[in-house]
């Protein structure tokens, strides 16, 4: 019964809406850029926030990273001199790192080396990765074809190499790479293994830090080459000419770029980053070093994650509500323009939540109405955005339930009152109105 | 939710309504305007009354209260030996579209419907189903000469043809009491005529007909005239 008479009273709010259609549809777009800002804005918020989280989770929440960093108190003196500058990670650091702490899962010290890497007669940037066997323990990235490193190769100082994805992609296209040779500098190197890329330089990025001489002035997005750490020290040595702007250059030495220790659990990370930077306090009398915690910067990212999110949402509701208030508005006017339908609809013997079913039900269509088609243009959107602002976005079923919840919601609370209007005119002074 | 049997046979002994020293009073800041005073009026079933008296004497205010769109400030009103005094809101909207039929002198229909939506409007809100009703609006507005005209709306009517679609909805649940305040008013003389024979026809098909009229070839045809003077009935012959 009561739907059977919903269905009228549909029939008869669509043909009062149809009357004024410009009038509903100026009104219902309050409601439509409402509803699609909330989409949009979460899509977005909900975008930022997971691609922050996944960048920070590839560096591993149980890892803390410290990096070499260029003292600040030497960047000023620029390069006329030709003294050598030491500074940074040293091995003697990963050996203490190893002896003072005792949870310590592994310790993974890299040397990071921009290089260009030849294959027949092709050549592309890279970064060589100086590292031991254990280095996948640190990393979420597979191994793909053949094997990582060994402690055979790094006892033997072999002259071997596992390279990226990024690499193989770039230097190899339809040939397989195992057992073919890269060349690096002068010497050849034989590709025993494939890994997953694993963006290392986006990461950094992500961390607003990875101020190293290295990785800075590197197109960030280069594939890596892994090499045996003995290797790299024999081969490369530990001394790097910098060319600084167009007047000099400076010679650097820096034994290791990066130190990762890994421990047991998620628990222990924070009391040993403490230990570690109470040894490195004591050993290094320069600040040339930073270390970095990706689960501190991972809860940090998510807390103004959600920040961002409340301020969107909060802006788009606000949007809402000033559809909402505009629909509150169009609603009284057709009050009180039809006042005499409602004084004639009560003679001929309407109830009062008859006539406030008949204005709330006008309401409700128009901001379900406003509210579909807001989340179609809210949908679309963030599928603009992500095409052409190549920023992720992601539309959560969540947020789709939230806006068509509101629309109805601001359906009934800014159609009650108008509603409630209507209903407590006194039916003889409606009649006599005009 | 289909309504409380409304009881349209009547058990008081064919008395259709009974007022008892009523009155209606308005509060204009600090001065008490009465419009009724002691009004004491009894109808029968099936008698047809004019109503009659100068503008302002309080004959729409009379009918008003006969139709239950008003209350009583004091006195008593029986509809059908129910005490209107006593009756909410929903119940004074129940009967209105149950019991009582309107015909205004301004037609009032509701513009953006047709004939056969306006008249179905008094169906709708007792839960009659939406072929049931059609049906009978269609039927209805056959009876009152209109079957030519369902789909049009009421700008694109005559004021007799509006004042005949009125009538048609004033019947459209079969009420005991047809009330109408100068349903001649705004017409010509012809058409007014001819909304006079609809009203006599249904007086003999047995309504209880109550019309407040200017005009006296109306008082002629009642059986009974009653004539207000001043918010007071003047004179009142008995009726039979
Ligand atoms: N809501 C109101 N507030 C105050 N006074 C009112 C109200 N409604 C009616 N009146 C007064 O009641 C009196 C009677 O009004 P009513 O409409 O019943 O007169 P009437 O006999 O129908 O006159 P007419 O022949 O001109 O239609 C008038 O003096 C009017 O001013
Ligand atoms: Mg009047």
């Known amino acids: 019964m009561f739907l059977f008479r919903f269905k009228r009273t549909a029939k008869l709010g669509l043909k009062s809406l149809w009357m004024h259609k410009l009038r509903s549809s100026l009104t219902t777009l309050g409601i439509i850029f409402g509803v699609s800002s909330v989409i949009a804005m979460l899509a977005i918020g909900e975008g930022a926030s997971q691609e922050a989280q996944a960048q920070i989770a590839r560096l591993g929440s149980q890892n803390i990273i410290i990096k070499t960093a260029k003292p600040p108190e030497e960047q000023d003196v620029s390069g006329q001199d030709e003294s050598m500058r030491e500074y940074g990670l040293t091995y003697a650091d990963a050996e203490r790192f190893r002896n003072s702490i005792p949870n310590v899962e592994v310790i993974v010290p890299s040397r990071l080396i921009p290089q260009q890497a030849w294959y027949r007669n092709r050549k592309v940037a890279i970064e060589i990765v100086g590292t031991v066997p254990w280095y996948p323990e640190i990393t979420p990235a597979q191994i793909k074809l053949g094997r990582f490193l060994t402690s055979i190769d790094l006892h ?279 | 939710m289909r309504d409380r049997d409304v009881d349209k046979t009547n058990k008081t002994n064919g008395q259709a309504l009974r007022m008892d020293r009523l009155c209606k009073s308005y509060q204009l800041g600090s001065m008490e305007l009465k419009v009724l005073r002691d009004i004491d009026l009894t109808i029968n079933n099936g008698e047809y009354i004019a109503i009659m008296g100068p503008s302002g004497s309080g004959k729409s205010t009379l009918l008003n209260m006969i139709g239950c769109l008003d209350r009583p400030t004091s006195g008593d009103y029986w509809l059908g030996g129910e005490n209107v005094a006593l009756l909410e809101d929903d119940d004074l909207s129940l009967i209105r579209g149950a019991r009582i039929g309107f015909v205004f002198q301004s037609f009032n229909l509701i513009s953006q419907l047709n004939v056969v939506e306006n008249i179905e409007v008094p169906m709708y809100y007792q839960g009659c189903s939406e072929r049931e009703s059609e049906q009978r609006a269609k039927k209805l507005a056959d009876m009152v000469g209109l079957g030519d005209r369902l789909k049009h709306r009421p700008t694109e009517l005559s004021g007799g043809q509006q004042q005949r679609v009125a009538i048609a909805r004033s019947l459209a649940n079969d009420p005991l009491i047809i009330l109408a305040d100068e349903p001649t008013g705004n017409l010509d003389s012809e058409s007014g005529a001819e909304i006079l024979k609809i009203l006599d026809r249904l007086h003999n098909e047995g309504k209880t007909l109550i019309v407040v009229t200017h005009d006296p070839g109306i008082a002629k045809t009642a059986g009974r005239l009653v004539e207000l003077f001043d918010g007071r009935i003047k004179r009142q012959p008995k009726s039979e």
Do not use: W
């Open chain 1, 156 to 434: 033997h100082k072999q002259s071997i190499c596992v390279v990226d994805e990024k690499v193989v992609d770039e230097l190899f296209l339809f040939d397989d790479p195992l057992g073919q040779d890269i060349k690096l500098q002068s010497d050849y190197y034989r590709v025993v293994g494939v890994v997953q890329s694993q963006s290392r330089g986006e990461a950094a990025e992500a961390l607003g830090g990875g101020d190293s001489a290295e990785g800075k002035g590197q197109g960030a997005n280069v594939g890596n080459i892994y090499i045996p750490l003995t290797t790299v020290k024999n081969r490369f040595g530990e001394i790097s000419i910098q060319f600084s702007g167009s007047s000099g250059r400076s010679v650097e030495r820096v034994e290791l770029q990066e130190i990762t220790v890994k421990v047991g659990s998620v628990d222990e990370v924070l009391p040993t980053r403490d230990t570690l930077e109470t040894l490195l306090d004591r050993f290094h009398k320069k600040n040339d070093y930073q270390v970095i915690v990706p689960l501190e910067l991972l809860k940090q990212a998510k807390a103004t994650q959600r920040i961002f999110s409340i301020v969107l949402g909060s802006i788009a509701a606000i949007s809402l509500l000033v559809g909402g208030i505009g629909i509150m508005n169009i609603m009284l006017a057709t009050v009180s323009e039809r006042t005499r339908e409602i004084g004639i609809r009560r003679a001929l013997g309407a109830k009062k939540r008859d006539i406030i079913m008949q204005f709330l039900s006008e309401t409700l269509m128009l901001t379900l109405l406003g509210g579909i088609l807001g989340i179609s243009l809210g949908s679309f959107i963030p599928y603009m955005v992500q095409q052409f602002g190549k920023m992720p976005t992601v539309i959560t079923g969540e947020s789709l339930l939230l806006a068509f919840g509101i629309s109805a919601g601001i359906g009934v609370i800014f159609g009650l009152y108008p509603a409630y209007r209507a209903a407590n005119m006194d039916p003889i002074e409606s009649l006599r109105h005009e």
